[in-house]
């Protein structure tokens, strides 16, 4: 059996690619359908592997030659199995929807799509315990619970696309992260292949388990390198029966602040979301359509905006809560905000939300993005951004020719910033120009170099800036007892 | 060095006892009152270390010969490293308050008590996260984030003494899980001292931070037996302005799930905590003169009580929402409960709290507990116990001579049941006909046999009817990875 060994770029060991005998044996274990290869004799066209070997920003770019769709876990357990046994590299990929390259191959590692395994297990609407295979989309498992007046715990932009186990792998932060805390908190159990093809089956549909330590735990966040998430067991909260919300326009940054502590406040658990938005992402958001914006004179003088949201059990209480809220702001000798405009019906709500959403449509239509989604004290948010602007001018790449925005926003109630650089074109000058540079900004206040996009095949490099060497060096030594071989998803996370 | 060898029953590799000449060591590393020893030439009574070879139910008893009680993480290091360098087992130890044997030595291991570790290091008022010593007493810490309109995520029945690092090495549970989530979720940063000395500084203050593996987790539950905690960094959530509650009298267990699902519905985001108390454990707190009372007229006929709380915003709402299910409950034409009994102050509000808190020293005051801390679906809750009562009444066990009460109370919304088995003493063939039944019954639901308590030393035998093969000899794997000596709580969690 001819094997090529590759010494790549990012890998310290040789790895074979996969032939054709290697796609005999897939066929032992796939039906025709889910095996998708360039590799002769199937000879597909690469072009029919675009959408797997590309990521949607068109910033990664791998050269997979082998697509596999296996439809239960079991399936799965076999290919890697396999893999194991003929070193061949592998790329869990869900609905790749990742901001870091984590689902791109680097080489042309076999990718493993759970897209064809797509099923609710179970659900208890008494609990609200859902089961679901990994592959389901995110929109999806929403849908299902609604009629049983439960949510899904995460909510993102993405969600009409992403998987709930590229979700859990990525331990997906969102919209709701706020309210319904992390997926630490909210996954109860997981089913895992492991590199050497073992199914772990953790998939408990229990509240409380203290019956030693939590294995799943590792998988979360661990972007596939520990194994491939092949189902999820999560707590689905009960949906809330109204839900507003409003924007503001804020005269100053630093009003920002105190607004948050008023409204955490005032509106105390029926606070779901808190988003800052800054002028330049808002005005790029209103150019591009995104949603529902206010009157020119209303943002007149507005520095920044914030978006919150309410969700509660009761309609009357709730708004009780939001125009009192809204009253004492305005009211106030010295007003924190210059307007707010609260949503009257579900279609203005939804266009609200539209134009905080929309931000990451209205970047990639004005230009590339470099993006980097950092934890920074909230106090700290416009100073870094103006920092990088500043920065990048003196380099002299501000302007039509390179750097055209330089914006922020994100989730003040968890210190996330999503800081986005929008250039006509990815050039090395201005990549080196933001790295390390917006990484060592980022560590002067012991920050997070990935507050919830992960570290992909993009931040390996950078891990020191936000973890420490003994934290580093134990990572490795994890990763060492799952994966000896180091054949899943090599060269993310750990270089 | 005279160093004596012991081959202990539940210890595979040889230890030694600490000696002399480790006492003149400790000294270089601690100040003389952080040392008690009975070891010769300190020669301490051994009396004086009771409280530490015992635990409070009287179940376990140490032979421990040397307690150290560091103050710094570099001196939990220090003892570590020496430990590890002369095979020295070690008892990492809280406020001892655990259930299952956990913190207890089980021959004359080295107990760290982290008791003198108690002091706050930070706290910021609006993000609410709290970094602290792991010996802090968790209402101190209760107490001391309180002026700042913040509340501990975590409350349980020993907030007096138990200690936040022992909370979160035991995964702790306790009455706020239903609202804040699992420690799992609060937990945001640890440091922790490895079995080898490292101190692993993963003290991170952010709310979101996605960089590699969340190493952090595997501590949280692993009940000291991966390395000692030695300090938290956890996120509080804000004072809730109002809190109420009710206790409610209901005719048949059966009622217990479709008043919970009314309950949720109609109070949403204010249900804070749904507990579950029945008959017999009721009448045992009442005996007690745990709490306030029903008058005996309204329990007339009640088989169960449930303990329903509300925090929440405003209180002027969360009264109308309590008092509108109240009247929903009291109309209907098959009302599902017989009677309820509101608070009407904060006084009268603790007291119901005491009737279903005081349910634990109620049962040690009655005798000696066999208890059960177990997931299963709360339908079978009632099945449970009844089937407890019964099959020890098939062995002749039930009766004033043996077991004198069978009981259950827990968390509803966490599906996790206290059964206790109230006997005259503890007797080998009491525990004989408890188990294997109650670990089988346990299985036979997938539940857990251990829902919070954790599996300490009294369940390692135990832990295969809650968790599969592979998970198990993953756990070892870890086990391994991180104490290849196995030095670290030995005996505990993994046989």
Redesign the interface.
Known sequence: MLRLLRQGLRWRRPYSSVAASDIEHFKTILPPHAILSTVSPSSLPSSELDQYNNDWMGKYRGRATTVLKPKTAQQVSDIVRWCAGHDIPIVPQGGNTGLVGGSIPLQDELVVSLANMNSVRSFDP??GILVADAGCILQSLTDYVAPH?HIMPIDLGAKGSCHIGGNVA??A?GLR?LRY??L???VLGLEVVLPDG?????L?S??????????K??F???EGT?GIITAVSILTP?S??ASNNVILALPHFDNV?PL??AV???????LSAFEFIDRTAYNLAVKHGQGRALSDEDVEGAECFVLVET????RE?DE??LEDLLSSLMDSDEPLINTGVLSQNPAQFSSLWALREGITEAVSKEGKAYKYDI?IP?ASFKTVVDATREHLRSKGLLGEHAVTHVLGYG?V????LHLNIVAAAYTQEIQDALEPFVYEVVASY??????????GAM?THA?HY???D???E??K???T?FDPKGIMNPGK??E
């Open positions: 008494v609990s007046n990525t331990n932060g992260l805390g992390s630490h908190g909210s073992t199914i772990l089956d953790q408990t229990l509240r409380k388990d203290n019956t030693g330590y939590d294995l735990q590792l979360i966040g661990a520990l009960p809330p029966q602040q948050y502590r955490k406040r005032q509106l105390s658990e029926i969700s509660g059990g009761r209480h009780e809560k934890s909230l989730h109630g968890d210190g996330n012991r920050g997070s170099i990935s507050a919830e996009h992960g570290i931040k891990l936000s973890k420490n003994a934290s580093i134990w990572m030594k994890i990763k007892l996370v750990l």
